[in-house]
Every structure is written in C-alpha cells, then in structure tokens.
C-alpha cells in the first residue's frame, strides 16, 4: 500500500515502481463493463485509500445514473473509460519526479499545471489511484482527490458527477485546448490583527456595482469564493455551495485541493486560468449540470479568489476582532490579486452569508472598504434577492455622497455594540440619517 506522506511535497502512485505496475495491470486494458469497472474500483479503494472511502464504493447508484444521463449507450461511457485509463496512465510522463510541492503556509508560493497535468491526476482520481495524504504535521494537512462521495444514489451528486464525466468528455473530444495553464497562488499578509490601516485610511468609499443576478455576469475579471478554509472543505461530497459550484463548473480546480493546506487567518488562494467548462442551473438542492458552456457565452472569470469568512455566532461578527479579521482576510485577498493581475473588476457578493451566518449588511460595508483601500473596482451581487440590492444601494449611495472614508466607515462598522443583524442595520442607518430598513434586508438566504 502507498502512502502519501507529506513534509512538503505530494507523493505520486507512480513514486512506488510496484504501485504502479499494479495500477497498469488494472488499467490496461481498461475495464469495458460495470461489473469490471466496480472490481478495479472496489481494489483501489482498498490498496490506496482509507477505510472510511473504501466501505463506500460498493454503493454506485449515483455514478450509474449520471452516466446514463450522459451516455444513452453502454458503450460509449466505456470508450470513455478507456480514455480516462490512458490519461490516468500518463501521469508518470507528464510527472517526472513523482511528487508535487504542497504549499507550506504562511509561504508565498505558486503552483502552475497544464491542463494535460490536471486530467491525468483527475483521471486517477476517478480510478482512486491517488491516495488520501497523511501529513507529518498539522498545518500541511491537504484534502483527498476521489469522488467517491458521489458514488450513491444523490441527486446533487449525481449532477456533480455529470459535469466530471463532461469534463473527460469534452477533453477526449479535442473540446479543450490542452495547452491552457492554471496556477494556485497562495498569498500571505502580516499575522497581526490591528486597526490602525483602517483607522488612518483616507480613501474614499467608491460605489460599487450592485446587482442580484450572476456574479460572473459581464466578464469580470476575478470572482469571489466564497471557500471554506479548507479548499473546498478537502474532498468533493454530493453537495452544491457556491464554492462546490465554483469547482464543478471549473473541474481544473479539483486537484488543487491536494496541495492547499488550511489557509490562516492571513491567507488568500488566488486560482488562475481554470474558465468555465460546464453549464449549470441552480443552487444547492437545485443545481443541475445542463451541458458543456456554450462559445457564445461571456467569457468567464479567469481568476477565482478563495477566501473564508468567519464563522459566526451572534454577536461575534460584530465584535472588533472578528471585524479586523475578516478585513484584513479580505484585503490579503483583494491587494493580492491586484499586486499579480493589475486592476480589474472584482465580482463578490454574500460572502460568509449563508452557512457561515454573518449578515449581509456588513460584508457588504468590508468588501466595500477594502475596494476602495486597494482600488479595485467592485460588483456584488445578491443573488436572486432584488430587495437586499436596493437597501444595499441606498446605504452605498449616502456613504457616496457624503465623501465617506475608509477610517470613517471603519469606525461606524466598529462602534456598534450590536448583538444582532437588526440592531448592526439600526446602527448603521442612524449614523447615514437614513430610514429603516424592511426585515427583509436584516437576513438574507445568502450564498
């Protein structure tokens, strides 16, 4: 059994010469019927990964029905199997070290693939040849690449399958340009949590584009993810936030996870070059995977920018700690992406709103800061909710008129004393002079 061990890189199948030769005897010829397929999948769960992924490959309702979806007949899902056993099996050509470096924390670094790098660790991926990393120590514990969570029987699984399975599709096609690149950037600022460079910002506030569609409607540059601290939580599982819609519709961006430890509370993940492939509709029990992304659809970002919110419990977001740090998480972030791409429109929006808890109202007033202390233009949309962009406008538009600075609305946002969302809107407003908002716009059914 191989075991992915880490100091500071990620060990290959290939790094074990018997490994390997096993996994090419299985692989070639690749298995041609479901019986087979399972076979091969059930002994590479049990060779390469742990206990809690084996015991569940026997269960294949979910990989069955997307193929189905996808593929009316039998044989042409295993003409794709086949493919994806070749490309699997060029890993070690395209890998000559057999190792990847992870990104050690609280190191600047960047990782560049070829697409033709990613499908094959994807194609290993879904043969479950890549084992789940056991790292030496705590802060370089990476995520598992398998999709074995997916397997059952799940309706958002099921559809998260299917975008994995085009992805192969397209690519064996000739659909993808092989030669794209895509690069991981990990971006690192100071540890200390202080409120002076709020306090004595004087850029003004500058409106923002509010809107409650799309975020990547208009080609902006770079979109928010809204991630979890661990790159899309460490492992893909039959669920649809808008990280994990993020990374279905980019399937470049799954084997990252392999090499991203936990990002601090002064980190940022910067992802470039990993376009939209895969049309979808819909959000968490709703997403739906509707085809290959069509040419005449506008561009899509090239830059996603991973950061995490905190994870808040009333009144927590509205104390001065968690207000700096998310600040400060933010303009690592935002100050990054403009430091490697130059000033471009950044498309944000309900960030930390939705499973995270914190109101909208105050992402809202940070993202709004640190654009104008890093002078990077701004979209943010609501998604889907009309009544919360027109509050937001209106908060936006008094802070435009006034002239208001960073260090001003730093101190409004800080002095608030507020245990609720309600009471941070009355704040908020009282000190703008402007009336009180509806209930509607304390809460939102974020993303």
Not at 12 to 40: D, F, K, N, R
Request: hydrophobic share 45%; net charge neutral.
């Amino acid at each position: 059994q191989l075991i992915a061990t880490m100091s500071a890189s990620y060990l290959l199948p290939h790094s074990s010469p018997a490994v390997w030769a096993a996994i090419q005897t299985a692989l070639a010829p690749a298995p041609h019927t479901w019986e087979g397929l399972s076979s091969v999948l059930q002994a590479h769960a049990a060779a390469y990964q742990p206990p809690s992924i084996a015991a569940r490959v026997k269960e294949q309702g979910g990989l069955r029905a997307a193929t189905n979806a996808i593929f009316p007949k039998e044989k042409d899902f295993f003409d794709l199997v086949g493919w994806i056993a070749h490309s699997a099996l060029a890993l070690p050509g395209l890998f000559p070290s057999a190792a990847v470096d992870i990104q050690t924390p609280q190191m600047p670094a960047q990782l560049v693939f070829s697409r033709r790098q990613l499908l094959a660790l994807m194609a290993n991926a879904f043969f479950l040849t890549l084992p789940t990393p056991k790292a030496a120590t705590a802060d370089l514990e990476t995520g598992e690449l398998n999709f074995v969570r997916l397997f059952p029987s799940n309706p958002v699984g099921i559809e998260r399958l299917k975008g994995i399975l085009l992805y192969f599709d397209l690519a064996r096609k000739g659909m993808l340009a092989m030669d794209a690149v895509v690069t991981m950037e990990r971006v690192v600022g100071g540890r200390l949590l202080i409120d002076t460079p709020w306090l004595n910002c004087t850029a003004r506030i500058a409106p923002a584009v509010i809107h409650h569609g799309d975020m990547a409607v208009d080609g902006p540059d770079a979109i928010v993810d809204f991630a979890n601290e661990d790159l899309q939580i460490h492992r893909t599982t039959p669920s649809a936030t808008q990280e994990e819609v993020i990374f279905s519709v980019r399937p470049d961006l799954f084997p990252m996870m392999l090499f991203a430890p936990r990002m601090g509370e002064n980190e940022a993940i910067l992802l470039s070059g990993a376009n939209e492939i895969i049309a979808i509709e819909g959000y968490g029990k709703t997403f739906r995977v509707t085809g290959p992304v069509t040419r005449s659809r506008v561009p899509s970002p090239s830059v996603v920018i991973a950061m995490d919110a905190i994870i808040n419990q009333d009144p927590k977001q509205f104390q001065e700690r968690y207000i700096l740090r998310d600040l400060h998480k933010c303009h690592v972030a935002f100050s990054g992406f403009v430091q490697s791409h130059g000033r471009h429109t950044i498309s944000t929006g309900l960030w930390g709103c939705g499973e995270f808890g914190c109101t909208p109202l105050m992402k809202f007033l940070q993202q709004l800061m640190v654009a104008a202390r890093t002078d990077a233009p701004m979209r943010f949309s609501t998604f889907g909710n009309a009544p919360l962009a027109r509050e937001l406008q209106a908060v936006q538009d008094r802070l435009v008129e006034r002239g208001t600075t960073v260090s001003q609305l730093y101190r409004i946002i800080s002095q608030s004393r507020a245990t609720t969302p309600e009471a941070f809107d009355r704040h908020v407003r009282r000190q703008l002079n402007l009336a009180a908002a509806p209930p509607s716009a304390w809460r939102s059914a974020a993303r």
